[in-house]
């Protein structure tokens, strides 16, 4: 049975950071794609970054969130890891990570991922 178990979520203000962190477990690692995604009340789920199977050496960021956040991946560890820096009120959202079992990520087709966690929520206050 796959599990995605993410963690890290919070409340901080403006400015702050948090890092996020998405274990799995039942399947290989390796072998997956990772994305993060995050959903706001009212608002479709949308990519926030994604990261290629095996080494990582392919990522990619939504444009509000470019230089301020960060993906990662620790294969040993099966985690998936998001450090958000200079957080933004309009960053608060549920934040889910998913896998893929295709070497390269899409922020873009969500239907691709074979798997979700539950999500973390996310609050940024002003």
């Known amino acids: 049975q796959v599990q995605l178990v993410e963690s890290g979520g919070g409340s901080v203000q403006a400015g702050g950071s948090l890092r996020l962190s998405c274990t799995a477990s039942?399947?290989?690692?390796?072998?997956?794609?990772m994305g993060w995604f995050r959903q706001a009340p009212g608002k479709e789920r949308e990519g926030v970054s994604c990261?290629?199977?095996?080494?990582?050496?392919?990522?990619r960021y939504a444009d509000s969130v470019k230089g301020r956040f960060t993906i990662s991946r620790d294969n040993a560890k099966n985690t998936l890891y998001l450090q958000m820096d200079s957080l933004k009120p309009e960053d608060t959202a549920m934040y889910y990570c998913?896998?893929?079992?295709?070497?390269?990520?899409?922020?873009?087709?969500?239907?691709?991922?074979?798997?979700w966690g539950q999500g973390t929520q996310v609050t940024i206050s002003s």
């Open positions: 998913a896998a893929r079992q295709w070497s390269l990520c899409s922020l873009t087709n969500i239907d691709t991922y074979n798997f």
């Open positions: 039942g399947l290989t690692f390796d072998d997956y794609a």
């Open positions: 990261i290629s199977s095996r080494n990582g050496d392919f990522v």
